[in-house]
């Protein structure tokens, strides 16, 4: 099963907009980490937040973590086209298992 | 390429065949994961090994899926009696488990399609 769930499940935007997405989720976690997944390809890592970072920036990256409403935020600013993907949000739990628990993605779309 | 790998990058085969993917971890990672991705879906978790033992399954892990990692280095995932509920994305991912908190890396992927 699935721990969280993204929001919104798909998102179309203007190329230059910011994108932001939101993951929830429902234990506790050591981090949260988010990904890219480009049509029928692989999973890219973006970023992982730790439990106790509130924010944290990769270039256009921007992540937040609220612990205590247990969710977390994703925000691409200047969108490009080369955005276009689903996101995925995976958390890895504090209880006794080492995997990682995917949500259930945002579709982005970026028009050009 | 220092990445994850995964062979093959595609398989169809017909119903009721055995199928066996292989993956091979970054180099120093020490754990290993399989998932598995259906069309518009996130990826659900099959098993993970610490080195060469087996720590977890899902209840998704049915008899008829087995993986090994023998060694700690590479791992095969094999579908035995395939049916067409198993086409899906296979994906593969390691990580460095001596830390808690690091990133796990994906490889490209294997995708299933039974017929």
């Known amino acids: 099963s699935q721990q969280g769930e993204e929001d919104p499940q798909a998102l179309s935007i203007q190329e230059g907009e910011n994108a932001t997405m939101n993951c929830s989720y429902k234990?506790?976690?050591?981090?949260l980490q988010w990904y890219r997944q480009n049509s029928g390809r692989g999973l890219v890592h973006l970023i992982l937040i730790r439990s106790n970072e509130r924010e944290k920036h990769s270039g256009r990256l921007r992540v937040t973590l609220d612990t205590s409403k247990k969710s977390s935020s994703l925000l691409i600013t200047a969108s490009r086209a080369a955005d276009t993907a689903s996101y995925f949000c995976a958390t890895a739990p504090t209880s006794g298992t080492y995997k990682y628990i995917f949500g259930t993605g945002t579709r982005l779309k970026v028009l050009a | 390429d220092t990445g994850v790998s995964q062979d093959p990058r595609h398989k169809i085969t017909k119903r009721g065949q055995n199928v066996t993917f292989r993956c091979d971890p970054i180099?120093?990672?020490?754990?290993l994961y399989w998932y598995r991705q259906t069309l518009g879906q996130g990826p659900e978790f099959l098993t993970y090994?610490?080195?060469?033992?087996?720590?977890?399954k899902s209840r998704l892990l049915s008899d008829r899926f087995s993986a090994e990692r023998p060694k700690g280095s590479f791992s095969t995932l094999e579908i035995q009696r395939t049916e067409q509920g198993d086409s899906a994305m296979y994906l593969c991912?390691?990580?460095?488990?001596?830390?808690?908190?690091?990133?796990?890396?994906f490889g490209q992927g294997t995708r299933l399609t039974v017929v």
């Open positions: 090994f610490q080195n060469e033992a087996q720590l977890e």
């Open positions: 234990t506790s976690i050591n981090n």
């Open positions: 991912a390691s990580t460095l488990g001596t830390r808690v908190n690091t990133e796990a890396f």
């Open positions: 180099s120093e990672h020490n754990r």
